[in-house]
């Protein structure tokens, strides 16, 4: 490019660069129909997977968090659990050696009370 800037006598290579791009492009390739409806079909592609793109990413973020939430929710239900668990296995100790108390304190005081 910088060649051809010298070659046509101009100091300033993006102004000849600027003019092929312009030349290709914009006076050769628009004036073509069939190209033209081509490049328009694949600027609204580009456009549509771009913005999609975009969506594509918020829901799998959504998902994410929905699934540390669940993850959360789920463990702190287990903690529950087994709080629960641990409070009925200790309830059904407690009974069970109140019981046993209060039988052998009763036994205990039949015998004093008959004399044995």
């Known amino acids: 490019m910088i060649k051809l800037s010298q070659l046509l006598g ?3 290579v993006t ?3 600027h003019c092929l ?12 129909e069939e190209v033209h409806v081509l490049l328009t079909k694949c600027t609204e592609a580009i456009k549509t997977l771009h913005f999609r793109s975009f969506m594509l990413d918020s829901d799998r973020l959504k998902q994410e968090d929905e699934k540390i ?3 959360r929710v789920m463990s702190t239900v287990l903690q529950v ?5 641990a409070d009925e296995n200790t309830m ?3 009974e069970d050696g109140v019981d046993t108390d209060v039988i052998n304190h009763a036994t205990a005081s039949e015998g004093s009370a008959t004399g044995r």
């Open 81 to 85: 659990h087994e709080v629960l668990q």
């Open 10 to 12: 101009h100091n300033r």
């Open 92 to 94: 059904s100790e407690m």
């Open 69 to 71: 939430t669940e993850a």
């Open 15 to 17: 102004c000849v660069s």
């Open 21 to 32: 791009h312009n030349l290709v492009t914009v006076d050769t390739m628009n004036p073509v």
